[in-house]
T-cell receptor, first 111, second 113 residues
């Protein structure tokens, strides 16, 4: 069963625009991660944010976490065609560190 | 360091057959997890092995099994294949303690006919 649910399911933008994806989850978590998957390939880890953190940056990526609302957002600034991919949030709870993945947001960046 | 490798990359099997998939983790990583990805169910956790022991298990039938060797390489076996087992099977490794960051292989695309 999915813990995190991404929104929107699909997003289509022009190169240079910003892309924002949201993730909501149901139960308390220890960590939240964002991954990217290019068509039919393995996932690539983008960023990890722990439950006691509110915001993290990595290059053009900005992730926020609001534990009171049980939600996170991923912002990709100045999008490029190469950012076209599916983006997944993954949450873990307890001590297992096993992430539960959402269904993903499909991002298309038009050149 | 070399990344996670999976073999084979593509596989076609017939219903009722069995299949074995292989995963070599990043050097030094002791935890290997397996996931099944389908359009209908998304990414679902199968199991995790750490130091040759199954440490966590997802909600899959007993037809799905795995093992890990002393060099941390892992294999996953699916017996009595069903059409619904057609999926992308992903292997991921991590050091094993202290961080949930997973490093994924390219996956094995299994088609059951």
């Amino acid at each position: 069963s999915q813990q995190g649910e991404e929104d929107p399911q699909a997003l289509s933008i022009q190169e240079g625009e910003n892309a924002t994806m949201n993730c909501s989850y149901k139960t308390s978590i220890n960590n939240l991660q964002w991954y990217r998957q290019n068509s039919g390939r393995g996932l690539v880890h983008l960023i990890l944010i722990r439950s006691n953190e509110r915001e993290k940056h990595s290059g053009r990526l900005r992730v926020t976490l609001d534990t009171s609302k049980k939600s996170s957002s991923l912002l990709i600034t100045a999008s490029r065609a190469a950012d076209t991919a599916s983006y997944f949030c993954a949450t873990d709870a307890g001590g297992s560190y096993i992430p539960t993945f959402g269904r993903g947001t499909s991002l298309i960046v038009h050149p | 360091k070399a990344g996670v490798t999976q073999t084979p990359r593509y596989l076609i099997k017939t219903r009722g057959q069995q299949v074995t998939l292989s995963c070599s983790p990043i050097s030094g990583h002791r935890s290997v997890s397996w996931y099944q990805q389908t359009p209908g169910q998304g990414l679902q956790f199968l199991f995790e092995y750490f130091s040759e022991t199954q440490r966590n298990k997802g909600n899959f039938p007993g037809r799905f099994s795995g093992r890990q060797f002393s060099n941390s390489r892992s294999e996953m076996n699916v017996s009595t294949l069903e059409l619904g087992d057609s999926a992308l099977y992903l292997c991921a490794s991590r050091p094993g303690t202290g961080s949930p960051e997973q490093y994924f292989g390219p996956g094995t695309r299994l088609t059951v006919t």
